[in-house]
């Protein structure tokens, strides 16, 4: 088990194009959580799954985002018409149930030009 | 509503010397509280927790944090730095694990 994988580690995008980052969760851990952290910020929770289910979405959550966990494994993240404001570091995260260890990736670092 | 402050930006402590880094929170019930650390590159990486009972956690990399209910506080320590300590420190609290409430760090410079 090689821990929470993100893919990519890095993507520059052009405003206005779409994109979509992939996590790979601990196998076994049903849950599966979203985070975005800006420069200078601490991260800021986005969504959470349980298994396939999206269970709450925060309000950061634009309607241009979009969440998807679709066999209870694998989780996507699709942003589109991507905004200037929407460069950060998107971090996945993924836990076995509620008061076990989080584990976090290594994020996938958005930019938008 | 749920929210950390980290009070100070930036520490800068002495290899060897002692580090406290302040963590105060808001929350409506009985609070799950967390701090994390990221290096450069990396992920978060959990030191130590606190659910219930005794109210001095013991956490990885020789860290330890006091809760004290009256002031809201969940402050990190360490008796002796490392340079390899250099890094931000992220104090969090939340309903378990789900839902994180993050502050905004505090990054820990370490001198020679």
């Known amino acids: 088990d090689t821990g929470v994988s993100q893919d990519p580690r890095h993507k520059i995008t052009k405003r206005g194009q779409n994109v979509t980052f992939r996590c790979d969760p601990i196998?076994?851990?049903?849950?599966l959580y979203w985070y975005r952290q800006t420069l200078g910020q601490g991260p800021e929770f986005l969504t959470y799954?349980?298994?396939?289910?999206?269970?709450?979405k925060s309000r950061l959550l634009s309607d241009r985002f979009s969440a998807e966990r679709p066999k209870g494994s694998f989780s996507t993240l699709e942003i589109q018409r991507t905004e200037q404001g929407d460069s950060a570091m998107y971090l996945c995260?993924?836990?076995?149930?509620?008061?076990?260890?989080?584990?976090f990736g290594q994020g996938t670092r958005l930019t938008v030009v | 509503a749920q929210s950390v402050t980290q009070p100070d930006i930036h520490i800068t402590v002495s290899e060897g010397a002692s580090l406290e880094l302040r963590c105060n929170y808001s929350y409506g019930a009985t609070p799950y509280l967390f701090w994390y650390v990221q290096s450069p590159g990396q992920g978060l990486q959990l030191l130590l927790k606190?659910?219930?009972?005794?109210?001095l956690v013991q956490g990885i990399k020789g860290f330890e944090a006091e809760f004290k209910r009256s002031q809201s506080s969940f402050n990190l320590r360490k008796p002796s730095v490392h340079w390899s300590d250099a890094a931000e420190y992220f104090c969090?609290?939340?309903?378990?694990?789900?839902?994180?409430?993050f502050g905004t760090g505090t990054r820990l410079l370490v001198s020679p």
């Open positions: 196998s076994e851990h049903n849950r």
């Open positions: 606190y659910f219930s009972g005794d109210t």
């Open positions: 995260a993924s836990s076995p149930d509620l008061v076990t260890e989080a584990f």
């Open positions: 969090a609290v939340g309903t378990g694990f789900q839902k994180l409430v």
């Open positions: 799954f349980q298994n396939e289910a999206q269970l709450e």
